[in-house]
């Protein structure tokens, strides 16, 4: 069955990205408290192109400049808040 046949609930799912490439899980995203981190905790946006409007972002948003976090990263940023 092709995309065009499908039944319109099954096309508009497949277009939902939300749900897993989020600001949690993006490179960008500086959170308040990196330790205890989750969907709800809100924090900043630091691409480059987004900085200056000093956007407060929560875990569960996205766009379209989203860049996935390795862990190493993760791991960096949880250390550093643990140590301040």
């Known amino acids: 069955m092709s995309s ?3 039944p319109e609930p099954q096309r508009s799912l497949k277009r939902i990205t939300w749900q897993y490439e ?4 993006c490179v ?3 959170p308040n408290d990196a ?3 989750d969907l709800f ?3 900043a946006c630091v691409h480059s192109k987004l ?3 000093d956007l407060v972002v929560s875990g569960r ?3 379209n400049l989203f860049t996935e976090i390795r ?3 993760i791991d960096k940023v949880q250390e550093k808040a643990s140590e301040g």
């Open 4 to 6: 065009n046949q499908e």
């Open 22 to 25: 989020n600001c949690l899980s």
């Open 28 to 30: 960008w995203f500086r």
């Open 35 to 37: 330790l205890n981190a």
């Open 41 to 43: 905790e809100r924090g």
């Open 51 to 53: 900085k200056a409007f």
């Open 61 to 63: 948003d996205w766009c």
């Open 71 to 73: 862990q190493a990263q």
